[in-house]
């Protein structure tokens, strides 16, 4: 099946650091990945959508200036978390789209990255 | 963005079969209903989806009411492996959006 990556599964950085994750598509293209942030005992929120060589889409509420989006490749869109604060703290998900129906039933979740400000 | 409602939690023994119920009456006619579930510390899992028919697949089976209004994920022999957050979501208005409610905690008893 579809594998998606993310690296680092887990960072730890002081506060006001940058942090970057990536997300990689392992064995198909995505020309879609999605990025989503969860808190402690709370569901997935959709932070983005992110399409290969273009501005990513941000959902309401999240600060584009301060979650840089980069979708360079049909296999890596990387999340930059600049100036981070304790705040940031979180689990940070990604999912790819692999398919060529465009339907949701086709996004592949990454395992997630644990990103700790101190 | 249309949504569901699901109960917090469930419990159930292991080997016996589960039903998750999901109500999503303001779903629209090209809405595609997925479900999707979480372990602990881990990305969201697919598990199947469907439009209007049931559906049946390695995992589960789903089971979706006349008027769409409500759908049931069911697990036919619950194990421990199965204990999740399951999440009953319908397409967003903005193709291939996923939105995530608040899923059902489903704890899984030897």
């Known amino acids: 099946g579809a594998v998606v990556s993310q690296h680092p599964s887990w960072v730890i950085c002081k506060s006001g650091t940058s942090v970057k994750i990536e997300c990689r598509s392992l064995?198909?293209?995505?020309?879609?990945m999605f990025w989503y942030r969860q808190f402690p005992k709370q569901s997935l929120m959709l932070m983005a959508t992110?399409?290969?060589?273009?501005?990513?889409?941000?959902e309401q509420g999240v600060e584009k200036d301060k979650f840089l989006i980069n979708h360079a490749s049909l296999t890596l869109s990387t999340l930059t978390v600049t100036s981070a604060h304790p705040e940031d703290s979180s689990f940070y998900i990604c999912s790819a789209d692999s398919g060529t129906s465009g339907r949701a039933h086709e996004q592949f979740f990454g395992p997630g990255t644990r990103l700790t400000v101190l | 963005d249309a949504k569901t409602t699901q109960p917090n939690s469930m419990e159930s023994n292991e080997e016996e079969p589960v039903h998750l119920p999901c109500n999503h009456s303001?779903?629209?006619?090209?809405?595609?209903i997925h479900w999707y579930r979480q372990l602990p510390s881990q990305g969201p899992e697919y598990v199947i989806h469907g439009l209007t028919s049931n559906v049946n697949n390695r995992m589960a089976s789903l089971a979706i009411a006349e008027d769409r209004k409500s759908s049931t994920l069911i697990l036919h022999r619950a194990t421990l492996r199965d204990a999740a957050v399951y999440y009953c979501?319908?397409?967003?208005?903005?193709?291939?959006?996923?939105?995530f409610g608040t899923g059902t905690r489903l704890l899984v008893s030897p």
């Open positions: 064995d198909f293209q995505a020309t879609t």
């Open positions: 303001t779903i629209s006619g090209t809405d595609y």
């Open positions: 992110s399409n290969e060589g273009s501005k990513a889409t941000y």
């Open positions: 979501i319908l397409e967003g208005t903005g193709f291939q959006k996923l939105v």
